[in-house]
């Protein structure tokens, strides 16, 4: 019986009534081959599977699992919170208290709307600023990924100024030709589509840091050249940081690399693994959704009174003095272990990293700032490396596209034996 026989037999029950097998696709491990483990619990750092097998956890739930799994003090708010009922669809005292810290923590999200995803904030932000702006086209870039909604699934045309594609079936060819498609790290390409459409772009959306082409920082002055961009012609900047919220820094990537968006997007994190997201920004903007502006949006669980004692939970016990360090220390110990071992064995490997997000692509280059750069890297390499890490009971993201994440409950202990199993892995590629 093999060590994991638990979870392929789930798996196997799993694809008779569920699509795939699973709720989210990365979750199959497609990008990775063999079967997903079924989780049972989590604890710290930790993640054990059905088959009692313990992984330190780097993909902490995709992200919001910053101060480690089943954290105290966000049980009991949550506890606490669901004793005095679910949900009321009625505003409550929490939903301002959560709206100040959000505002004081990020400083340009002036005003503030709860929802219940990434996916519905980054949808909410993009109809808010086609609104706003009375513009129809939006800019994004290749190899962000903002959710799933219909704008977003989009991928460039043949040439940098042609109509967006749609990259899934079911988005029709109208909708994605209103989403140019720009170049990562590359502020001409995002010019040219501007100087082609001065009055039609209504705004940017970006990831400050990209987390879904595995780890990518924005180069010296990327984010100063979009939000001056921006200014010129009359476009709303949007920082996309459902990811990188509260994670690369306290105050976001925003506050790391110090640029102003006019609306910003949370998720993950804000929720504390309930199932949360928030736009917001500047107050003008802001006061153009309903109810005091035209422009709709709306949910039956926004604010949902459990998610935001859970979120509210999350975040006080993050900004603690010394915690933002000592996950970036971390991290980054982490990210420099994997590339001097790598070295060592003499694996061509290059690595990212900012605050409490990393990723390690194998490639023969030093730096890798686009898309393109990514597609080249050695896909199968990584495949075999995730599986000898996950055998040595390390659970990284299972797609070469993802970033991995650590959490406050990553100590030394656990990256020690991550490194350990990693000079294993190393070593077994370069044999
Ligand atoms: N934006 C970014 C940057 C993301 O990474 C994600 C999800 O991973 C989303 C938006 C969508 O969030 P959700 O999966 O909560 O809908």
């Known amino acids: 019986m093999s060590k994991t026989s638990k979870s392929a037999d789930l798996f196997a029950k799993a ?81 301002i208290t959560m709206a100040e810290l959000v505002s004081e923590l990020v400083p340009s999200m002036e005003m503030v709307r709860m929802v219940s995803s990434g996916t519905e904030a980054t949808m909410s932000a993009i109809r808010l600023a086609r609104g706003f702006t009375g513009r129809d086209n939006i800019l994004k870039f290749e190899g962000c990924y903002h959710g799933h909604a219909d704008c977003l699934l989009v991928k460039a045309g043949s040439g940098a100024l042609t109509l967006g594609q749609p990259s899934s079936p079911g988005v029709p060819a109208d909708f994605a030709k209103h989403t140019l498609t720009a170049t990562y790290n590359d502020l001409d390409s995002v010019r040219e589509a501007f100087t082609a459409q001065p009055d039609q772009i209504a705004c940017i959306i970006v990831e400050p840091v990209a987390g879904n082409m595995n780890c990518i920082p924005p180069v010296a002055g990327f984010l100063q050249g979009l939000r001056e961009i921006c200014d010129e012609f009359g476009a709303l900047l949007i920082l996309d940081e459902v990811m990188t919220g509260f994670r690369v820094a306290q105050g976001g990537a925003q506050a790391y690399y110090n640029v102003k968006p006019d609306i910003t997007t949370l998720g993950k994190i804000i929720g504390g693994g309930m199932p949360v997201g928030a736009f917001g920004g500047r107050r003008d903007v802001m006061e153009f959704i309903a109810p005091t502006g035209p422009v709709y949006q709306a949910g039956t669980l926004s604010g949902n009174p459990v998610a935001m004692a859970a979120g509210h939970a999350c975040l006080t016990v993050l900004i603690e003095e010394g915690n933002e360090k000592r996950l970036a220390n971390t991290t980054k110990r982490l990210a420099n272990g994997f590339k001097a071992l790598a070295d060592k064995h003499g694996i061509p490997l290059a690595v990212n990293q900012v605050g409490a997000m990393f990723g390690f692509f194998f490639i023969d280059q030093d730096s890798v700032t686009c898309y393109d750069d990514v597609t080249k890297c050695d896909i199968e390499r990584f495949k075999r490396f995730f599986n000898l890490m996950l055998d040595k009971g390390v659970y990284l993201a299972p797609s070469a596209y993802e970033a991995c994440f650590t959490s406050l409950a990553h100590n030394d202990k656990e990256i020690d034996a991550t490194l350990e199993a990693a000079d294993f892995a190393f070593a077994t590629l370069a044999a």
Do not use: C
Request: aromatic content about 10%.
């Open 15 to 95: 694809q008779q009534k569920i699509p795939g097998g699973v709720n989210s696709p990365v979750r199959a491990f497609a990008g990775v081959g063999g079967t997903p483990l079924f989780i049972d619990r989590a604890d710290g750092a930790y993640i054990f599977d059905a088959d009692g097998n313990a992984y330190i956890d780097y993909v902490g739930s995709w992200g919001p699992m910053i101060l480690g799994h089943n954290h105290a003090a966000i049980r009991d708010a949550v506890i606490h919170a669901a004793q005095q009922g679910l949900s009321f669809g009625a505003p409550t005292a929490m939903e």
